[in-house]
């Protein structure tokens, strides 16, 4: 069984950081690509970061220079730390795990989420 569990979030103040966590089971993390999207309530789900297998980054122009993501593939592992938040961060983040076949298929998983609030 595969699951993906999100940990680390809750009330900052702005200004502040987090760092989330994504604990992987049931899969071989290290060939998945990986990423943390979010959503807000009224909005629509967004990219915030992703990793590829090989440890290539991505991120929103939103969040660029304040959030670092990353990995650690020995402990089936995922993270997002967080630095100087704004109220408007706030939302539920998800981290997923997607490995796409050549043929076009793939493999994607999700977690449950985990609450972020920024406000003072």
């Known amino acids: 069984q595969v699951q993906l569990v999100e940990s680390g979030g809750g009330l900052v103040q702005p200004g502040g950081s987090l760092r989330l966590s994504c604990s992987v089971s049931?899969?071989?993390?290290?060939?998945?690509?990986s990423g943390w999207y979010r959503q807000a309530p009224g909005k629509q789900r967004e990219m915030v970061a992703t990793?590829?297998?090989?440890?290539?980054?991505n991120y929103a122009d939103s969040v660029k220079g304040r959030f670092t993501i990353s990995r650690d593939n020995a402990r089936n592992k995922g993270y997002l730390q967080m630095n100087s938040l704004k109220p408007e961060d706030t939302a539920v983040y998800s981290c997923?795990?997607?490995?796409?076949?050549?043929?076009?298929?793939?493999?994607?998983?999700w977690g449950q989420g985990t609450q972020v609030t920024v406000s003072s």
């Open positions: 990793i590829t297998s090989g440890s290539s980054t």
């Open positions: 997923t795990a997607r490995f796409a076949f050549s043929h076009g298929d793939a493999y994607e998983y």
């Open positions: 049931g899969i071989t993390f290290s060939i998945y690509n």
